[in-house]
């Protein structure tokens, strides 16, 4: 609360008379102007405790009280009844200031800030804990293509900006803040445990009622709404909450933007609890408890600490806001959250965009989302840090807020052109060393020196637009709030058009470009819209000069990664090297392309076409990786006796898809692909090897997650290929869990056959030995085919089956010679196979010979996705060889799995070699 006279001021501006060196206007007379007002305002009750405090200002010093001269006063009659209705007053001499000013004491201890900031850290890192493993949880349900997750970031993010706007209109200033918090806190917990054991159940009443199309996403928002808007909501409210133990002065909005501070701290080390500790040595339900336990603690402490204090401390409304509080201000509230909603918006975006682009360089295994995630919030944490002790002093919040998003320019610029001209180049080979740590401290170097500078930056932005909205006596709860809320708002645009709508149609250069735009508008907006006194006027145009002759240098600084950065990702380095020693094969680029879920390239070299997908090879016209392709399709189909309908899980070139064009009893052929661009573009460049399966008339595209489109979906197939990418690639574990095979499994007719895809390249042994055991839980009687070249394998194709049953080697044989096979001998022939006895000798092992190996191995399950945490610490790995070799040791010839004619069998025996003996 804050009153004050006009004693001595000019009547045209308000502004302070001089008064002659040692004047002193009498405080008696101040004070009973209003002391009726203030009477009125309290009541004839002395005995509530509220404090008064009378503060004159020096002409010399407007914006810092004078320390000496306080004493007790009771002469004046009218100060005499006001120390009884208060308790006490301070007076502070006056000095060549004919102005004074009311303010109460505040009656909360000071000393309990840096123990809020520490708990409000708490929240944060509770909340990162709960973002990670809610949308893993999630993505179970309505998928993770790239809708699916804007659906879950919407909800997620529009609960906060809902709760920060809500909290000061909802809840009362009388309540005591730190309960309210306490509260709120509590409120998370339980709602947090709710999600976790109330998902399976949403799980399955969405999947009851699941439909395709614009109604299907209308539901998947719908229960995204349903699990995170009520805890978000409360999230959303504790920094509005927690805001109210401050006052809206210099200090007080300072400590505002500490406590924000405190929770982006709190982030961080959620961030990298989840992602390195919880979620890699235990589960989802373990860090669920984690996060629950760290509220609770939060709610116990707060509210311990709230018996501490005196409850409110002022219900005076004020009479005028504190002139002098800000030297340069917004005259309309709607400028400050404009330019803070354009900060989140180019935020956010840059989170997405920047995210993409250092996963390519850097591998995009759940430890490099985990860094880039940890990294940006490490900057918001420094920014907002130093942006909070800035706006304790400072006289020209809006000013500096301008000059913050006027340097956003130049650290855009500085990222975009790291990204393409600097990172990609360094001199980074992961091959060195098979220890993942240190390569993880090459990832963190390289994103500190890409993002840093730009985060630390959108981290001060919060606490300069609170001091540049702060008005004195204003509800520490709605301006906090309501700066939250614009900020969140924009961060929610920001997030969704970047990644559903820019990149795809933009690119990531043209994006880029667009960010550097955003951060221009807002300096622009904040400079403008400043009021400043006479001697700033300079600085302020100087500060948009600044803003659009920087922009105009710097948009064409930014660029596109060389597009060796999407075919070979982590792996530039050495590759491109290896490659000057090769000149005379000249690599190609015949298409380039950028999605809304991944970027992929096709290139030519040496007479070979590749197709890379973020940084991987994922197909190419090369004979081995045509074998595995083929072998993928083929191997099923053959073990089938009577396939009429297949499901394709990943398109990619085409080419497993297209196997099944030859077969002519197929009836239906379904391809699930969550990539739209690649299709078309892959047909385009591997029609003739993929027999231009997209225009089959029996083919059927879906576009979705292919998790999402199993799980909802009520066809039942004879053959089920699954061709994902790396399981080291975040998210990818879905499709290689229990859950995901039990599902598959049900979706098999009688006799049906379903084929995984196992790459043994880029693993370790604990990663094959977690993807066998897994796959052989659900499939015991699960069998492995080698797409091997000279003895050593390359790729597996692992085999299950709804009822096992027999290989008829003459059956198929028999199916081979019949002119309406023609195709599908040709398409073997074309890959090596001549024979069914040839085919079937590329058989590996099965489950019941390989159980000694498996002996403890880790199952994935959907609870804790165990196998991306495993793959992506064992990316570097050059082990294949030996793992190809240990598998094989325990294979023997399999009598039962394999029928047919004592001349094949035995000609089988002889090709499957000396493992072939008992």
């Not at 502004?15 to 203030?38: E, M, Y």
């Not at 293509?145 to 993010?157: E, H, K, R, T």
């Not at 056959?753 to 030995?769: F, G, N, R």
């Not at 069914?836 to 002996?855: C, I, K, S």
Request: aromatic share 10%; with cysteine.
């Amino acid at each position: 609360m804050l009153l004050r006279t006009g004693l001595g001021s000019n009547s045209s501006t308000g502004s302070p008379k001089q008064a002659p060196l040692g004047t002193r206007p009498t405080l008696t007379a101040a004070v009973s102007n209003f002391l009726g007002h203030i009477r009125d305002s309290i009541g004839p009750d002395p005995s509530n405790g509220k404090f008064l405090t009378v503060i004159a200002w020096p002409q010399d010093s407007w914006d810092t009280p004078l320390r000496g001269g306080e004493w007790f006063c009771s002469t004046s009659p009218y100060l005499g009844e006001l120390m009884a209705v208060w308790g006490r007053i301070r007076l502070l001499v006056l000095n060549q200031r004919e102005s004074i000013e009311v303010l109460p004491t505040p009656g909360r201890s000071r000393r309990l800030l840096p123990l809020l900031v520490f708990l409000f850290a708490g929240s944060g890192c509770a909340a990162l804990i709960y973002e990670i493993v809610w949308f893993q949880l999630l993505q179970l349900v309505i998928g993770s293509s790239a809708v699916s997750l804007g659906l879950l970031l919407a909800a997620y993010m529009g609960g906060l900006c809902i709760g920060s706007a809500l909290l000061p209109r909802a809840v009362s200033r009388e309540y005591q803040p730190l309960r309210v918090y306490a509260v709120l806190e509590m409120g998370i917990g339980v709602l947090g445990l709710a999600v976790l054991f109330g998902l399976p159940l949403i799980g399955r009443m969405y999947v009851a009622t699941a439909t395709q199309g614009l109604i299907g996403l209308v539901k998947r928002g719908i229960v995204a709404a349903l699990c995170l808007l009520p805890p978000t909501v409360l999230m959303g409210a504790s920094l509005p909450a927690i805001a109210r133990w401050v006052e809206t002065t210099s200090e007080g909005v300072s400590w505002m933007g500490l406590m924000y501070s405190g929770n982006i701290a709190g982030a961080v080390f959620g961030c990298l609890l989840a992602g390195f500790y919880l979620l890699r040595v235990h589960d989802m339900a373990i860090a669920t408890y984690v996060a629950v336990a760290v509220n609770a603690a939060v709610a116990f402490i707060s509210f311990l600490a709230s018996r501490t204090g005196r409850g409110r401390h002022d219900s005076l409304p004020a009479v005028a806001p504190a002139e002098g509080h800000k030297s340069s201000h917004f005259p309309r509230p709607w400028l400050i959250y404009t330019v803070i909603a354009l900060s989140g918006c180019s935020a956010l975006g840059a989170e997405v965009l920047w995210t993409r682009l250092l996963s390519l360089l850097l591998g995009g295994t759940v430890y490099t989302f985990a860094i880039i995630l940890a990294v940006f919030l490490l900057g918001l944490w420094a920014g907002s840090g130093a942006g909070s002790f800035l706006a304790r002093g400072l006289q020209h919040a809006a000013l500096m807020l301008a000059a913050s998003q006027a340097l956003l320019v130049v650290a855009i610029a500085w990222t975009g052109y790291t990204l393409a001209h600097s990172l990609p180049y360094w001199p980074v080979d992961p091959w060195l060393s098979l220890n993942p740590w240190f390569n993880f401290e090459l990832d963190l170097v390289r994103t500190v020196w890409a993002i840093f500078p730009a985060t630390i930056l959108w981290g001060a932005s919060f606490p300069l637009a609170l001091a540049a909205a702060a008005r004195a006596g204003e509800d520490p709860g709605k301006l906090s709030g309501e700066v939250y809320a614009a900020n969140t708002a924009g961060s929610i645009v920001g997030a969704l058009v970047f990644s559903l709508v820019l990149i795809p149609v933009l690119g990531t250069r043209s994006s880029q470009q667009l960010l550097l735009v955003l951060a221009a508008v807002g300096a622009l907006v904040a400079a403008g819209g400043a009021q400043v006194i006479p001697a700033l006027r300079r600085l302020k145009f100087a500060t948009i000069a600044a803003t659009v002759v920087l922009g105009a240098l710097l948009l064409p600084m930014i660029s596109d990664v060389p597009w060796q950065v999407i075919a070979y990702g982590r792996r530039f380095a050495p590759i491109v090297r290896a490659f000057d020693f090769d000149r005379a094969h000249p690599t190609t680029v015949l298409y380039r392309g950028e999605g809304i879920n991944s970027s992929f390239l096709i290139a030519e070299r040496a007479g070979q076409r590749q197709f890379f997908v973020s940084g991987k090879a994922e197909a190419s016209t090369a004979p081995l990786d045509m074998r595995l392709e083929r072998m993928m399709g083929h191997v099923p189909a053959l073990i089938h006796p009577h396939p009429r309908s297949t499901l394709t899980v990943g398109f990619g070139a085409g080419v497993t898809a297209g196997a099944f064009v030859t077969y002519p009893e197929i009836e239906s052929i379904t391809i699930c692909e969550l990539e739209p661009k690649i299709p078309p573009i892959s047909t385009q460049y591997f029609g003739k090897e993929n027999y231009d399966v997209l225009h089959d008339r029996r083919t059927r595209m879906v576009y979705d997650d292919a998790r999402h489109y199993i799980f909802t979906a009520s066809q039942k197939f004879d053959v089920i290929t699954t061709d994902p990418i790396h399981p080291w690639v975040k998210g990818t574990s879905t499709l290689y869990s229990r859950e995901y095979y039990e599902l598959v499994k049900a979706h098999l007719n009688p006799g049906g056959v379903v084929a995984q895809w196992l790459p043994i390249y880029d693993s370790d042994p604990e990663t094959i030995k977690t993807e066998l055991a897994t796959f052989f839980d659900v499939f015991p009687s699960g069998t492995i085919w080698s797409n091997n070249l000279k003895g050593d394998g390359y790729d597996l194709v692992l085999i299950g089956q709804e009822s096992a049953s027999a290989i008829n080697v003459d059956d198929v044989q028999r199916r081979l010679d019949e002119p309406k096979y023609a195709a599908v001998a040709g398409s073997l022939n074309d890959v090596g196979f001549h024979s069914a006895v040839e085919f079937f000798a590329t058989y590996a092992g099965r489950a019941l010979d390989l159980q000694p190996l498996l002996v403890n191995a880790k199952i994935n399950n959907d609870m804790n996705l165990r196998l991306q945490y495993i793959a992506g610490l064992g990316l570097n790995s050059m082990a294949f060889q030996g793992i190809y070799r240990t598998i094989l040791s325990y294979r023997k010839f399999p009598d039962g799995l394999f029928a047919g004619s004592t001349g094949r069998i035995d000609a089988l025996r002889t090709l499957l070699g000396p493992h072939s003996s008992p």
